[in-house]
């Protein structure tokens, strides 16, 4: 997208944009006017805008090509104080919370710094969200180094930011972190140890954090990827034995941030995904007294409420240990879309969905849920599932290696040779089945979802081993139905 300087109307000069192959464009104003593109517009702004560039990389040393997304000129990466940022060039108009959303899910790095044509007002309340997702704006006629440094020795956000990703906690210490601060009555300690715990399972968790504090809104935002963005707004509640007793009336946080709720989604570029309350636990009684309040209805008209326990959090953490998972190990969509939107034909077995039915009940009708370890671990199974199966690219490398494998093999060695295990999660599998640890660490529901979806387990094991397994799986299943 190009622009150039209009001044047809008397006393005016409007910024009008153009693509490359206009020739005229009508006024975006609304005057009854045809604005002529000719040549030298196009010739005048390429050069300026490729100055601009040009003179944005030099000062911090980028010198990648310019390279487009949507309406924004990324400009390359850059080291600072041993991180790493991505600089980008835009013009004012083009912001919106969803393109800056877009751009972030696009870029690699930690960090975005945001070259604008104008300044953004000081301590404006999308600035402030912005910078909460990394991403922080400077005009671009400022020294960009000094700019740099400032954020750093002084913007308290930043060093949130860092604190928050950055921190690399064992997860056995982290879930006794979670256990912790979810029942000492302190929001703030809660809250960051609820972020550290969900951050690898979503495609973008936005933190609020202390610098909006004094604002009528959630603790933070969770935005899957789809179009368009499905959201979930959460809130995390911390309870002491003393504040145990009033668990029932949380229902009405969605209430309480009515008007930020509705601004946001008036906005229409969102999907209402719903609304979670993440505490300690939601024992039977805790249920019935929340469903059962007087302010229930007014809450269940207006709001999808999921009441999350910290149990379905602690379980993620457990098995990315567990079965070292990397954040590309697994499907953040599917995941998202199993736990808070009941696409349940995400597992891709009739005879695994029919048992977590069973096992898992409620109504359609019912507009809350209570998730648990259960929903966690056979979302977290079913999205790894997932990326293995869709993962068929990878076959030929197997082969290859295979053949490879004996070609080398010594004449008198009488040894049969299988396709390598490339997923890490698949060899863990196989080394917990062996050791006979299995349905120590996995749901039998999971135990079954991974026998009848991936193929190289029973290329790994022979088929005895596999029968054995599903046997026990089932019988298992049964009792618990």
């Known amino acids: 997208m190009n622009s150039k300087i209009c001044s047809i109307c008397n006393g005016r000069t409007c910024r009008v944009d153009f693509e490359e192959i206009d020739k005229f464009v009508i006024c975006p104003n609304g005057e009854q006017e045809v604005i002529e593109i000719a040549e030298i517009d196009r010739t005048n702004y390429r050069l300026k805008i490729d100055l601009l560039y040009q003179m944005l990389q030099e000062q911090l040393n980028t010198k990648e090509i310019v390279a487009s997304h949507q309406n924004y000129r990324v400009l390359g990466e850059f080291i600072f104080r041993k991180e790493q940022w991505q600089l980008v060039f835009t013009f004012k108009h083009n912001l919106s919370l969803s393109s800056i959303i877009d751009l972030k899910l696009n870029q690699s790095s930690q960090f975005i710094l945001v070259a604008l044509d104008d300044a953004l007002p000081p301590n404006d309340f999308e600035t402030e969200i912005y910078k909460s997702l990394g ?14 440094d400032h954020i750093y020795d002084q913007d308290t956000e930043l060093m949130a930011i860092k604190d928050l990703a950055n921190e690399q906690t064992a997860g056995e210490i982290l879930n006794s972190i979670l256990t912790k601060t979810a029942t000492d009555g302190k929001g703030g300690p809660f809250e960051r140890a609820v972020f550290k715990g969900i951050k690898k399972l979503f495609h973008v968790v936005l933190p609020f954090g202390s610098n909006l504090s004094g604002f009528s809104i959630p603790d933070g935002l969770i935005i899957g990827r789809n179009n368009p963005f499905p959201t979930l707004f959460y809130d995390c509640k911390s309870f002491n034995n003393d504040s145990y007793i009033h668990k029932a009336e949380i229902a009405m946080q969605a209430n309480y941030y009515g008007d930020f709720l509705t601004s946001f989604y008036n906005k229409k570029h969102y999907a209402k995904t719903g609304f979670i309350i993440f505490a300690s636990s939601f024992p039977d009684d805790v249920q019935k007294q929340i469903t059962g309040s007087a302010q229930w209805k007014y809450v269940f008209e207006n709001f999808k409420i999921f009441f ?27 995941f998202f879309e199993f736990c808070f939107e009941d696409k349940f034909h995400l597992l891709q077995d009739s005879e695994v969905e029919s048992y977590y039915k069973k096992i898992n009940s409620y109504s359609a009708y019912e507009n809350y849920r209570f998730l648990d370890e259960l929903v966690s671990e056979v979302g977290l199974i079913t999205s790894i599932v997932n990326e293995i199966n869709n993962s068929s690219d990878y076959e030929p490398i197997k082969l290859d290696l295979k053949n490879a494998i004996i070609a080398s093999k010594h004449e008198n060695l009488n040894r049969s040779v299988k396709k390598p295990v490339l997923f890490w999660f698949i060899k863990s599998f196989l080394d917990k089945v062996k050791d006979n640890t299995i349905f120590n660490v996995l749901h039998p529901l999971s135990v079954l979802l991974v026998l009848k979806r991936i193929d190289d387990i029973e290329i790994q094991l022979n088929e005895k081993i596999c029968n054995k397994l599903y046997d026990e799986a089932i019988a298992k299943l049964e009792v618990m139905v």
């Open 308 to 334: 999350v326990s910290i149990g379905f959090i602690k379980k993620a953490i457990a098995l990315f240990e567990l079965f070292d998972i990397q954040n590309d190990q697994m499907n953040k969509k599917d």
């Open 135 to 148: 991403v922080f704006f400077v005009k671009w006629d400022q020294q960009l180094f000094t700019f740099m």
